[in-house]
T-cell receptor, first 112, second 117 residues
Framework: KQEVTQIPAALSVPEGENLVLNCSFTDSAIYNLQWFRQDPGKGLTSLLLIQSSQREQTSGRLNASLDKSSGRSTLYIAASQPGDSATYLCAVFNTNAGKSTFGDGTTLTVKP | SAVISQKPSRDICQRGTSLTIQCQVDSQVTMMFWYRQQPGQSLTLIATANQGSEATYESGFVIDKFPISRPNLTFSTLTVSNMSPEDSSIYLC??????????????FGSGTRLTVV
């Protein structure tokens, strides 16, 4: 059974700082890995999707990497802003399970 | 990627009643899922909505409590039956379409925030 762990559970940084969120998974037979953002009481917004054959994806100030062999992904946020404050979740889609497993998320607070 | 309309966005319901949540997608998709997110927790998969057949429920979720319909490839409903305060959560519809050349990943609706009093 796939297990997805996100570290840290919470993170507070001053505005402008670069930061890294971590996601680890136990079963490397994945189809893709997806990073989401969730604002309080809202749905999930997809940030980046990395296929199993890819090593990284970039969108604006966000960069996500994937290392299947070690079961790890990182989400790098450059020059953080207060508007980046949210919970960030990673989800791993397993081919054999036919569905994704979600981590518990990292709650980010960026202080002005 | 698909665009999802989920209704209602929030509701406050009396215990013992039922609420039906609708999920409308702007294109045909192969897979639709229903998730629950209890306060302060991550997502828990309730079931996979299958077009034209009974939904596939995860452990701990049963059809009598969470009946699901999916009459076609663009629409699904989730009913939360005989509600109790423990059912207070955000309920989320999600879709994946594997028929595209590339998998666009999961797309989520905006969620339904349910409070049972």
């Amino acid at each position: 059974k796939q297990e997805v762990t996100q570290i840290p559970a919470a993170l507070s940084v001053p505005e402008g700082e670069n930061l890294v969120l971590n996601c680890s998974f136990t079963d490397s037979a994945i189809y893709n890995l997806q990073w989401f953002r969730q604002d309080p009481g809202k749905g999930l917004t997809s940030l980046l999707l990395i296929q199993s054959s890819q090593r990284e994806q970039t969108s604006g100030r966000l960069n996500a990497s994937l290392d299947k062999s070690s079961g790890r992904s990182t989400l790098y946020i450059a020059a953080s802003q207060p508007g980046d404050s949210a919970t960030y979740l990673c989800a791993v889609f397993n081919t054999n399970a036919g569905k994704s497993t979600f981590g518990d998320g990292t709650t980010l607070t960026v202080k002005p | 990627s698909a665009v999802i309309s989920q209704k209602p966005s929030r509701d406050i319901c009396q215990r013992g009643t039922s609420l039906t949540i609708q999920c409308q997608v702007d294109s045909q998709v192969t897979m639709m899922f229903w998730y629950r997110q209890q306060p302060g927790q991550s997502l828990t998969l309730i079931a996979t909505a299958n077009q034209g057949s009974e939904a596939t429920y995860e452990s701990g979720f049963v059809i009598d409590k969470f009946p699901i319909s999916r009459p076609n490839l663009t629409f699904s409903t989730l009913t939360v039956s005989n509600m109790s305060p423990e059912d207070s959560s955000i309920y989320l519809c999600s879709v994946v379409d594997f028929r595209a050349a590339a998998n666009y990943g999961y797309t989520f609706g905006s969620g339904t925030r349910l409070t049972v009093v």
